[in-house]
């Protein structure tokens, strides 16, 4: 079992930044892939961005490519969702999710490949 604690989120203007963060504890972190999803009100749930175990590979969704970047600290069992030029679009409730991958992939873009789930943290966009 792996426990993901996201947090971060919050109200921010228009062009403004947010770092989310995602804690995890259980199993060995550095062997999961870990992503970031979101779902905004009456929308289905929508990948944002993933990175690999070893930190060498990254995928972001082309909506926030350039804008989003993900990293993560194995040291400390988190993965980061660095946001900047936020826009009313991005509003919406953010998840961590860690994908156990076997070895199959570097990371997915795929909500059904991810074994484990955040609760979730609210990002808030005013204009």
């Given at each position: 079992?792996?426990?993901?604690?996201?947090?971060?989120?919050?109200?921010?203007?228009?062009?403004?930044?947010?770092?989310?963060?995602?804690?995890?504890?259980?199993?060995?972190?550095?062997?999961?892939?870990?992503?970031?999803?979101?779902?905004?009100?009456?929308?289905?749930?929508?990948?944002?961005?993933?990175?690999?175990w070893s930190r060498g590979?990254?995928?972001?969704?082309?909506?926030?490519?350039?804008?989003?970047?993900?990293?993560?600290?194995?040291?400390?069992?988190?993965?980061?969702?660095?946001?900047?030029?936020?826009?009313?679009?991005?509003?919406?409730?953010?998840?961590?999710?860690?994908?156990?991958?076997?070895?199959?992939?570097?990371?997915?873009?795929?909500?059904?490949?991810?074994?484990?789930?955040?609760?979730?943290?609210?990002?808030?966009?005013?204009?």
């Amino acid at each position: 079992q792996v426990q993901l604690v996201e947090s971060g989120g919050g109200l921010v203007q228009a062009g403004g930044s947010l770092r989310l963060s995602c804690a995890a504890s259980g199993r060995t972190f550095s062997n999961y892939a870990m992503g970031w999803f979101r779902q905004a009100p009456g929308k289905e749930r929508e990948f944002v961005a993933a990175i690999s175990w070893s930190r060498g590979s990254t995928q972001y969704a082309d909506s926030v490519k350039g804008r989003f970047t993900i990293s993560r600290d194995n040291a400390k069992n988190t993965v980061y969702l660095q946001m900047n030029s936020l826009n009313t679009e991005d509003t919406a409730v953010y998840y961590c999710a860690a994908d156990r991958t076997y070895g199959s992939r570097l990371y997915s873009s795929q909500a059904f490949d991810y074994d484990y789930w955040g609760q979730g943290t609210q990002v808030t966009v005013s204009s």
